[in-house]
């Protein structure tokens, strides 16, 4: 999926606005996209970046065809400069090494983008000489930060910055998405009510313990349904296996209680009662709570099996 497409499904009014500060040569020279992971924020800076050097703009759109289009999408045009993390953090000589780029002559005409993806990792020495960089930019110059943790630039830069807020995936837009990928719709809005961001959707569609865990999480879901004593059983002879990591335990906790929701929506939309289901549905969310807790898995699930058949 292109960048245009993406982004004028899923951050239309976003789009609208870059379209029309570059149409009519009101851009800030820098911008701060903040929002969850996978969102559109790098689609963003990226469609910007071929907005503004495509050699063949076609309805307001980079073409996406031509040699400037092309080598921005592999990392290679030299007027487009890529800042990330070096281990943990970004470190200030990634920063010096930007400014010593932007000093010289652009290799080629047309705008200098540079693009600082987790800018909210930057050190303080890092945080202190991008500001510098922003309070005296560079002529024709955009700056872009991306940011899962808008809380963490320094309120300095962002003074310096234009805020450009991406909302959450809508689940129809990430159930669409997942669905292009060859995902069956059953599994696609199961993750889809895991997640809101794209690029952990796709991550979880294929991770095989994930695959695994769902399957087993729908025979414990139907075991509880039953109010059979096999759910008990259950927990220690599969559940306990597959959960080893806290991660693994808090997402068996979380698809059980996608499972739960989309069996009160069934009922509630065949007129049935969903008192039974709301109880089952309070009882996932205080095992949850138990869970971050550190009260130990197993007990938990067991305890949780029991209060539902009992």
């Not at 289901?277 to 898995?297: D, G, P, R, S, W």
């Amino acid at each position: 999926m292109g960048e245009e497409s993406f982004l004028a499904q899923s951050q239309s009014l976003v789009y609208t606005q870059m379209k029309r500060n570059v149409e009519h040569e009101r851009l800030a020279h820098a911008y701060i996209f903040e929002g969850d992971s996978g969102v559109g924020k790098h689609e963003m800076a990226l469609w910007l970046a071929k907005r503004l050097l495509c050699l063949n703009v076609m309805e307001d759109n980079p073409c996406e065809q031509c040699m400037n289009c092309s080598r921005i999408n592999e990392g290679e045009h030299p007027n487009v400069q890529f800042i990330e993390p070096d281990g943990q953090t970004i470190k200030v000589h990634q920063i010096r090494q930007l400014q010593a780029e932007l000093a010289k002559s652009s290799f080629e005409k047309g705008s200098q983008i540079f693009i600082v993806q987790q800018a909210d990792k930057m050190n303080p020495s890092a945080a202190n000489s991008l500001l510098k960089l922003l309070e005296e930019p560079v002529s024709n110059s955009v700056a872009i930060l991306e940011t899962n943790v808008l809380g963490k630039i320094l309120p300095t830069i962002q003074s310096r910055c234009q805020i450009i807020h991406f909302t959450p995936l809508a689940k129809e837009h990430l159930i669409k998405y997942l669905e292009e990928k060859q995902l069956p719709n059953n599994v696609a809005k199961l993750i889809a009510n895991l997640t809101s961001s794209y690029d952990k959707a796709v991550e979880i569609s294929e991770d095989q313990w994930f695959n695994e865990t769902r399957e087993l999480v729908a025979t414990w879901f139907n075991y509880l349904k039953k109010e059979d004593p096999q759910a008990f059983i259950f927990v220690q002879k599969k559940l306990v296996g597959q959960a080893k990591e806290k991660e693994q335990q808090r997402m068996i906790f979380a698809i059980l209680l996608v499972y739960f929701q989309n069996e009160r929506d069934r009922s509630l939309a065949n007129g049935q009662e969903t008192q039974w289901i709301n109880h089952i549905l309070e009882l996932i969310l205080q095992a949850q709570q138990k869970l971050t807790a550190n009260v130990a898995f197993q007990g938990t699930a067991e305890q949780l099996a029991l209060r539902i058949i009992s």
